[in-house]
């Protein structure tokens, strides 16, 4: 692992102005500046967003399917429920692929760890960095910083089980990939490559699962109100919980993140 | 280094073994490595995949060859897979396109001034001012879909501007070919063929991999339409070839064109770690050449010097900027047009390009649509200080 310094960065324009100078005038003459105007580009992309079909459809529930549908999604007030299964299905997604970067992030934390010694500081100590109000919850008190990865990728793991037991609850099948899951895969795919690169640092790789943990925070706090809506207390109080535990998660990303990049600059965590 | 193809007898075959691991090695850094370092792993896979091809149209055609073929490629594709994972998985696949464009600009205006045959020479600066203005396209689509500034992968040595039109690239097939060289024709012509027709071919598979990834629809149609024209550009360099020659004598020339072009990365690598590895895959080419010389002798019972001449290579590619040559050829040949083979004045265009092309064009032109008004800005076009915020 090699940390992230000065050296020679061969990009912008900066590195070679002759050569520059030599491009814009060859533009000068051959495609001289006009008023920008991106007409065509725009055109093209709403006729095709007109004519366009969807990503795909909404599994059926499986109750629906055998023709039994008296329990579950029937009884959901004030929400579609084919709306809620395309939501549950996503999040399931989304706990399923966090566990999975958890586990690169691990590996990435393992290799540093081995080479450098400990660079994170545990987890109890970044929660007033992080501008959360109220205490470190009790989860994180001495708890190195393997262990809460470890047990961060426990919760999503837990979280991914738990939605999957609510949609079969609700009729649904856990396994199928709902539009949502679909496109919300399609949006973290630059976070697997993030992090699986043995070239990013770990407070690069961090700065990715914020990204993960943002998004799952506004997640959770939509589908534990579409679960109110619905008047789906049970599964509402459970979608509570996780969202406390991802606002943990957020926070202790944050606030590693944070110390990373001002307290180990130049070090190869950074 | 002074290579001598008729004597210099490299890594044996039977010793070309590599593990998974060595295969899967460290990428180049997109950010600090040269661009002539991502050109030169361009061209090789290319040239790696093409001698693949080569060898599998081979198999199909010769019954003696069979085993001695099957050995061949086996350690060309792991050759490949070496080179081609040198690309880091931080280029968005276009960022890897606007790499190509620059290396069929590069390469092609360097076998340009180094080809002896004028026809042909006329024949690359064609194709070259073509390749030039795709690069153009995909930095206006790299600008306008990624945010992104073309120049960080060109690095200031190849200009971004418009050359011949690429909506007036789409000919009529009869228009791509060209009148092949014939056996007599300089060593240095063969090779130059070889390698333009196998960095092509890898262009034009690479974009018809990567079109559908986009989930823009005029990036989808922007790839559909230069994979087409791609597809010209093989038939254009893949017609000089001579079409005469036996399976075994291109066989020879296959390698040959390998052993040439990686005695030219190794002269110009600039990254230590990429230059052993064109030294070792060298060695390793020259062991092929063992393998495709006896088997040239065996069953054709030709001499190999009717094909290699005194066994001296020609003058290596230059891994460099053209931008003088190609701004001049952008002045006095962009007008050019085909006819059959021939190179003629706009008004002699073969007429059924006409047709073929206003058909294509019928709905609109791609190439025309993303690049409407595009100035290629350092920092890209949001840099400049006339756009309103």
Redesign the interface.
């Not at chain 1, 003459?29 to 580009?41: A, C, E, H, K």
């Given at each position: 692992m090699e940390a992230t310094t000065p050296?020679?960065?061969?990009?912008?324009?900066a590195?070679?102005p002759s050569?520059?100078q030599?491009?814009?005038d060859?533009?000068n003459?051959?495609?001289?500046?006009?008023?920008?105007?991106?007409?065509?580009?725009d055109?093209?992309?709403l006729?095709?967003i007109a004519d366009a079909d969807n990503v795909g459809s909404i599994p059926p529930p499986a109750s629906l399917v055998k023709g039994t549908l008296k329990k579950g999604l029937a009884r959901l007030k004030g929400v579609s429920p084919n709306l809620f299964l395309d939501k549950l299905g996503e999040r399931i997604a989304f706990e399923r692929t966090g566990t999975r970067l958890y586990d690169a992030l691990i590996s990435k934390y393992l290799a540093l760890s081995n080479a450098e010694g400990d660079v994170l500081p545990p987890a109890e100590s970044v929660f007033d960095a992080a501008g959360l109000p109220g205490e470190a919850p009790a989860s994180a008190a001495g708890e190195t910083p393997l262990e809460t990865l470890r047990r961060i990728r426990a919760e999503e793991l837990g979280h991914f089980r738990m939605l999957c037991d609510s949609t079969t609850q609700l009729g649904g099948d856990p396994t199928a990939q709902t539009p949502c899951a679909d496109v919300i895969a399609t949006a973290s795919m630059g976070l697997v490559?993030v992090i699986s690169?043995p070239?990013t640092t770990m407070a690069q790789s961090l700065n990715a699962i914020l990204t993960a943990e943002l998004t799952d925070n506004a997640g959770w706090e939509l589908l534990e109100e579409l679960a109110e809506e619905a008047g789906q207390s049970d599964l509402a109080d459970r979608f509570s919980q996780a969202l406390g535990a991802e606002q943990e998660h957020l926070a202790i990303v944050s606030g590693w993140l944070r110390t990373l990049v001002t307290d180990e600059a130049g070090t190869p965590a950074v | 280094m002074t290579i001598d193809l008729l004597k210099d007898t490299g890594t044996p075959l039977a010793q070309q073994r590599m593990s998974w691991k060595e295969m899967v090695g460290k990428p180049i850094s997109k950010l600090d490595d040269d661009a002539f370092t991502r050109v030169r792993i361009i061209l090789m896979n290319g040239l790696e995949l093409d001698s693949l091809r080569t060898k599998q149209v081979a198999l199909r055609m010769n019954r003696d060859a069979r085993v001695e073929l099957a050995q061949l490629m086996r350690v060309e594709q792991h050759q490949a897979t070496t080179i081609n994972w040198l690309i880091g998985a931080d280029h968005s696949p276009l960022e890897t396109t606007i790499g190509y464009e620059q290396a069929a600009i590069e390469i092609t205006a360097s076998v340009a001034e180094l080809e002896p045959d004028t026809y042909l020479a006329c024949a690359y600066r064609y194709a070259l001012l073509e390749d030039f203005d795709h690069l153009y396209r995909y930095s206006a689509l790299l600008d306008r879909l990624e945010g992104k500034d073309a120049n960080n992968i060109v690095q200031g040595y190849t200009d971004i501007v418009p050359a011949r039109p690429t909506i007036l690239h789409h000919r009529a097939p009869e228009h791509d070919l060209l009148r092949p060289y014939d056996s007599k024709a300089a060593l240095a012509t063969k090779l130059h063929a070889v390698t333009l027709t196998g960095a092509e071919f890898q262009t034009h598979d690479y974009y018809m991999n990567i079109g559908p990834l986009y989930a823009d629809p005029l990036a989808r149609q922007l790839y559909a339409e230069i994979a087409s024209v791609e597809s010209q550009h093989i038939t254009h360099y893949g017609s000089m070839l001579n079409p005469d020659e036996s399976v075994l004598e291109k066989l020879l020339l296959a390698e040959a064109c390998e052993i040439w072009n990686y005695a030219a990365c190794v002269e110009q690598e600039s990254n230590p770690r990429v230059k052993a590895l064109w030294e070792r895959f060298l060695d390793f080419e020259l062991g092929h050449l063992q393998v495709a010389l006896k088997l040239f002798k065996d069953f054709e019972r030709r001499d190999p010097a009717e094909v290699l001449g005194n066994g001296r290579l020609p003058d290596f590619i230059k891994f460099k900027s053209h931008r003088e040559f190609v701004r001049q050829t952008i002045a006095r040949e962009t007008s050019l047009r085909k006819d059959g083979t021939q190179f003629v004045n706009e008004r002699d265009e073969g007429r059924s390009s006409t047709a073929y092309r206003d058909a294509v064009n019928a709905d609109g032109s791609p190439s025309s649509a993303v690049s409407e008004t595009y100035s290629w800005t350092p920092g890209t076009e949001l840099m400049r200080a006339d756009l309103a915020a």
């Open positions: 050296g020679h960065n061969r990009t912008g324009a590195v070679s050569e520059i030599r491009m814009q060859a533009v003459t051959l495609s001289p500046p006009t008023p920008i105007s991106t007409r065509q580009f055109t093209e992309r006729a095709y490559q690169d070239r | -």
